[in-house]
């Protein structure tokens, strides 16, 4: 098949992106497809609409790769591409957006509040500060609405450094969210063509449980697959990470990222286009449930053309 | 900042759109092209089998021939056999980490210090200690406190690591007591230091100073130099001065890297240096350095916030600037990539992520209407992130320390 693999684009998540690029475009060679690697940029509907490929394979993330824009490019072009659709994206991308949807679903998620940079700059949102603490209490988790990586995001303990953590948050999107912290294991969910595959948990490797940030450093935590979970708990988790793919449009594949809490699981987000490098979540879910991962691409992309 | 997250962010500097003061780049564009073709053509006739074959891995004669003018430009004499040529700066740094350090090994360096060599001492697991620098350079007060605790410890530096001469990032320069007074203390306590003089030649003002190396006379300075900065990056040729029997190991090491530095280049490099006209071409590119910072100190002026300070190097490619503390430098490259506009925010430069506020800001590899354009651009989202937060703190709720008033 002639592929157009799409990598890199304008997101902060670029390097990933050419990392999922470069891992996915080996394996579809060694699947014997015809690949045409493009770049997001002034040319990319040029070389989609000369080259006429029979599929996309869409390994961006971030903005405009996984929220849509590219997904209803293509979709205006009559290409299918691989992973959700436009609309599944935008709702993915949007945090909040997905949150309500899944609160509607009667699907749990941890409460929140979401301000955008104009309601605090404009309409003096900055002394409802006090109620959002009162709703979603502390330690809370600052975080911007629609980055798709760890960036921006930062543990709020007491009230007076909302201030200091929404600046933060603001940097990377113009609306934030502030989310009651919920303790409990780390679980990803990977959704294949409707069907979870094995848990992926992350283990800090640092034991201090409101150290968030450093579960995203280098070494800051490890991974399981599958997770050591009971039967019943497995099948719960799995339970509400499809029904929150589900809930959200998702189609191809996404990541359900949940915390296991005491009183059962809570969706923090759905990854549209989860990373595709080697290490990365989704591929080391597809090993373990026996799909190496040049069968996963090629699987991937027979969902696109289904 | 999560370290792989901040190196994805970098990924986009490279996009075409985004004006980058993030990178060290020399301005190349002005290199005549007929002196290239002159090069070419003289290979062309004469050297086209020998360019083409290994060469020996301490470099080139000519090439350490016309080091030895190059360093003599800064009043530093040094002998051609004590000169291994490096492929670029970088592999100098590199290799003297790989033959220096084992696990656990102490290197002090400047806080802060190259971007660039902290990846390279982390590999090597060094322990690296960073000294805080004013505008005179490494606070050798602090150096001998820190010297005291070690020993204290029972622990010996293996190296102290600095850039005396405008420094990257600080764009500081150690001044001459201290230089003195550095190489006293590495004679009294036996240390190595590694003088790392990329820009020493690249000086817009002021006198000039010797060398470390020149004040110790070589036996506890190695010294690292390169032509990247001087006359071309692409070429890749640096070096390092050693005492003989660190040489050895360093060719050893050199051997198992690469076998040997580029020949061609070494032979366009060397006959470049002892034909063309290479103290113009230096000359001409400080001239265009020099206006270049000064546009980048105008630009500042007009448009960073009330709060923010930069020094004004008198050499060198960098700028260091440092915002309001309540701004991070990693936050503000995110929205400052939005703006396509790119610099290396203040924790690259250390180990243990201080300089959060502070960022590095390159002059030299961006023409001046892109200059202006750039910090134009960064100063606008630093005053749009302070007037954010001094909305929030200024509620009756969030009763905080308010930042200083912006006149603008």
Redesign the interface.
Known sequence: MKVALLQGG???????S?RSGLRVTEALLDLGHEVDVLDLGPDLVGQLEKNRPDVAFIALHGTEGEDGTVQSLLELLDIPHTGPRVAACKRCMDKSLAKYILRENGLPTPDWVTYS?AA??DF?A??T??AAVERVGLPLVAKPCSQG????VKVVTE??Q???A???A???DDRALLETWVSGRELAVSVLGGEALPVVEAIPTKSNSYDF?AR???G?ASFECPADLGEAETAEVERVALAAYEALGCSGFSRVDLILAEDGPQVLEINAIPGLTETSLLPQAAEAAGLDFNAMVQKILDLAMA | MRSSAMRDMMEITARPEVISLAGGLPDTSTFPAEAFAAEMLRIEKTAVAEVLQYGPTEGSMLVREQIVEVMAAENTRVDSMDITVTTGGQQAIDLITKVLIDPGDVIICDAPTYPGAIPTFCSYEADVRQIEMDADGMRIDLLEETLEQLEAEGKRPKFIYSIPTFQNPGGVTLSLERRRRLVEIAREKEILVIEDNPYGLLRFEGEPLPTLYSLDGGNFVVYLGTFSKILSAGLRIGWLVTPTPIREKVVLGKQAADLCTSTLTQDFAGHFFRDGAWREYVEELTGIYRARRDVMISAMAEYFPHGATWNKPAGGLFIWATMPDVLSTEDLLAKALSRNVAFVPGPNAYVDGRGASSMRLNFSGVKEDEIIEGIRRIGQVAREMLKLYETMTSTDEMKLPRTEEDPS
Do not use: D, K
């Open positions: 304008r997101s902060l998540e670029r390097g990933v050419i940079e605090i700059r003096g900055a002394s500060f006090g990586s760890s960036l921006g009230l007076e909302i201030p200091n929404l600046i933060t603001l940097s990377y940030e995203y450093e280098i800051g």
